[in-house]
Nanobody, 127 residues
Framework: QVQLVESGGGLVQAGGSMRLSCAAS????????MGWFRQAPGKEREFVAA????????DYADSVKDRFTISRGNAKNTIYLEMNSLKPEDTATYYC????????????????????WGQGTQVTVSS
């Protein structure tokens, strides 16, 4: 129904910046809350950020607050994650995800709330 493809990952030095993209295809009717999650080896997948259907509201994990910015593209079928002041602990596979759950429910912080997931893109931050 909906396919998500992340891109933009790679190797970056600590303190640097990187922009991730997530392109949606298929039945993209703009009725999805979009989120970013990440998972490091040996650790559980964790919430990073989410943006509402209109792009008017967003939320972030405390660990990335004031450093990362999530946004929706003009076509509304692409989301971005701007990452600044990167730290080695940001190293992980980053996934985008989509859910029809209301943004106001607050359940976007839970990975179980998402219906669709991308394949992930690797981000490595060197010290």
């Amino acid at each position: 129904q909906v396919q998500l493809v992340e891109s933009g990952g790679g190797l970056v030095q600590a303190g640097g910046s990187m922009r991730l993209s997530c392109a949606a295809s298929g039945r993209t009717d703009n009725n999805y809350v979009m989120g970013w999650f990440r998972q490091a080896p040996g650790k559980e997948r964790e919430f990073v950020a989410a943006v509402s259907r209109t792009g008017g509201m967003d939320d972030y994990a405390d660990s990335v607050k004031d450093r990362f910015t999530i946004s929706r593209g003009n076509a509304k079928n692409t989301i971005y994650l701007e990452m600044n002041s990167l730290k080695p602990e940001d190293t992980a596979t980053y996934y985008c995800a989509a859910t029809r759950t209301s943004y106001y429910s607050g359940t976007y912080v839970n990975q179980g709330s998402y219906d669709y997931w991308g394949q992930g893109t690797q981000v490595t931050v060197s010290s």
